[in-house]
């Protein structure tokens, strides 16, 4: 797999926690890096996943307004407390 440089600047306490990972797990610096970036990007990815998913529930008109989830909401510290809206 090719690979290319990449170059930042981190504050000195998370360098420092880096290289303490580093040492515990008995790997380089950089792979204790690229496993961080990784799952940061795939996060990313996941979260934009959802919100267009969420905006086609819109767009679609598959919400719940906000009157019925106001009600549910305040009747759940009641004796008799609402289904959740749907």
């Known amino acids: 797999m090719e690979t290319k440089v990449l170059t930042a600047h ?11 990972l580093a040492a515990r797990l008995e790997r380089p610096r950089g792979w204790i890096i690229k496993q961080a970036l990784a799952a940061w990007v795939d996060q990313e990815e996941e979260r934009r996943r959802l919100t267009l998913e969420a905006l ?3 767009d679609a008109g598959d919400v719940i307004d906000h009157q019925s989830v106001q009600a549910w909401a305040d009747s759940l510290d009641s004796d008799t ?4 809206p749907q």
């Open 10 to 20: 981190v504050p000195l306490p998370l360098a420092e926690k880096v290289d303490q």
């Open 56 to 58: 086609a529930e819109v």
């Open 81 to 84: 407390p609402l289904s959740v």
